[in-house]
């Protein structure tokens, strides 16, 4: 399969960092599927390991709001940033983070739902994108909700706007058997060091088994031409892929505040400073237009021009 297209080449470049002419023949070596052709240039060592989402530029905003036992995550996008700093986008994205509240859980019943007395927020959504000249999607929405009395929410926002709205957003929530004043603050800060440090799970649990599965998989491969004997190499992979679930699962994350503590470490040492049992129970965070693809002119003409002059 030699016919491959610009796009794919631009999707799987930027997915991987690898060079153009590498994305193509892992493309053609994988019959122009692009999730093999990562797994092809990782065994070949040319991909970097674990590079979930591509090189966005996706602009919008993200929101959070929180009432009651209820916490609402929402992303918004256009096409612009320019539209994310309009007041009527603004206003539109509070709106609806105020409309989810009414614990709506899917974009579907969301869109249907009654923005204003006269208006359905599809309705409003079309008015909007015709006001604002620009496409604009409702991306997706999520929750957290508490439990009981003993828990609390952490809200971190990156590169605010407005009070509720920004680029990254990210809601923490923690139990504990006695309430303390700084519950609040080692929530926020454990919301900070998520928006920073980006992990796939809380731990090890939580991770899907197949994606260690074949993690291992491409490590065995990167060595198989080694030498080394089969029992050396285990535990050469072994130690790769507790390397790669601290990497990816929060509580075993380096401390973004203090690199010679894990994140476990640092609420271990809160609770005994505070006596409260606190325990981080579950995170939500989006990060503006992760995993969104635009097209771009330049790289289309520079990959054709790359595969005019190798052809």
Same mark, same amino acid.
């Given at each position: 399969?030699?016919?491959?297209?610009?796009?794919?080449?631009?999707?799987?470049?930027?997915?991987?960092?690898?060079?153009?002419?590498? &994305?193509?023949?892992?493309?053609?070596?994988?019959?122009?599927?692009?999730?093999?052709?990562?797994?092809?240039?990782?065994?070949?060592?040319?991909?970097?390991?674990?590079?979930?989402?591509?090189?966005?530029?996706?602009?919008?905003?993200?929101?959070?709001?929180?009432?009651? $036992?209820?916490? &609402?995550?929402?992303?918004?996008?256009?096409?612009?940033?320019?539209?994310?700093?309009?007041?009527?986008?603004?206003?539109?994205?509070?709106?609806?983070?105020?409309?989810?509240?009414?614990?709506?859980?899917?974009?579907?019943?969301?869109?249907?739902?009654?923005?204003?007395? /006269?208006?359905?927020?599809?309705?409003? +959504?079309?008015?909007?994108?015709?006001?604002?000249? /620009?496409?604009?999607?409702?991306?997706?929405?999520?929750?957290?909700?508490?439990?009981?009395?003993?828990?609390?929410?952490?809200?971190?926002?990156?590169?605010?706007?407005?009070?509720?709205?920004?680029?990254?957003? &990210?809601?923490?929530?923690?139990?504990?058997?006695?309430?303390?004043?700084?519950?609040?603050?080692?929530?926020?800060?454990?919301?900070?060091?998520?928006?920073?440090?980006?992990?796939?799970?809380?731990? /090890?649990?939580?991770?899907?088994?197949?994606?260690?599965?074949?993690?291992?998989?491409?490590? +065995? /491969?990167?060595?198989?031409?080694?030498?080394?004997?089969?029992?050396?190499?285990?535990?050469?992979?072994?130690?790769?892929?507790?390397?790669?679930?601290?990497?990816?699962? +929060?509580?075993?994350?380096?401390?973004?505040?203090?690199?010679?503590?894990?994140?476990?470490?640092?609420?271990?040492?809160?609770?005994?400073?505070?006596? &409260?049992?606190?325990?981080?129970?579950?995170?939500?965070?989006?990060?503006?237009?992760?995993?969104?693809? $635009?097209?771009?002119?330049?790289?289309?003409?520079?990959?054709?021009?790359?595969?005019?002059?190798?052809?």
């Amino acid at each position: 399969m030699s016919n491959i297209s610009a796009d794919k080449i631009k999707s799987l470049r930027d997915k991987t960092g690898a060079g153009i002419m590498d &994305c193509k023949n892992a493309l053609v070596e994988n019959n122009g599927d692009v999730e093999s052709a990562i797994d092809w240039l990782r065994k070949k060592g040319i991909a970097k390991a674990n590079k979930k989402s591509s090189r966005v530029a996706a602009e919008g905003l993200v929101g959070i709001v929180s009432k009651g $036992t209820l916490a &609402c995550i929402l992303e918004v996008n256009s096409e612009t940033d320019f539209v994310s700093k309009n007041e009527d986008f603004q206003n539109f994205v509070e709106s609806l983070l105020q409309i989810a509240l009414n614990k709506i859980y899917s974009l579907d019943e969301l869109l249907s739902s009654e923005f204003n007395k /006269e208006t359905k927020v599809s309705e409003a +959504l079309q008015n909007l994108i015709s006001k604002i000249g /620009e496409n604009i999607v409702i991306r997706r929405l999520n929750y957290l909700e508490l439990k009981s009395e003993n828990s609390e929410f952490g809200i971190y926002i990156h590169n605010k706007v407005s009070e509720n709205l920004g680029k990254i957003g &990210c809601i923490t929530m923690g139990s504990f058997d006695n309430n303390n004043e700084n519950i609040s603050d080692i929530l926020k800060k454990i919301a900070m060091h998520i928006s920073a440090s980006k992990p796939l799970a809380l731990d /090890e649990s939580q991770l899907d088994k197949q994606l260690l599965i074949k993690e291992r998989e491409i490590f +065995l /491969e990167q060595l198989a031409n080694s030498g080394k004997p089969k029992e050396i190499l285990d535990k050469i992979v072994d130690g790769k892929i507790k390397k790669f679930i601290s990497e990816i699962t +929060l509580l075993n994350q380096n401390w973004i505040l203090d690199s010679n503590k894990i994140v476990s470490e640092v609420i271990k040492d809160f609770n005994e400073e505070s006596n &409260c049992n606190f325990a981080l129970v579950d995170y939500r965070l989006f990060v503006l237009g992760d995993g969104v693809e $635009t097209n771009t002119k330049d790289f289309k003409e520079e990959v054709a021009s790359q595969l005019t002059q190798n052809s």
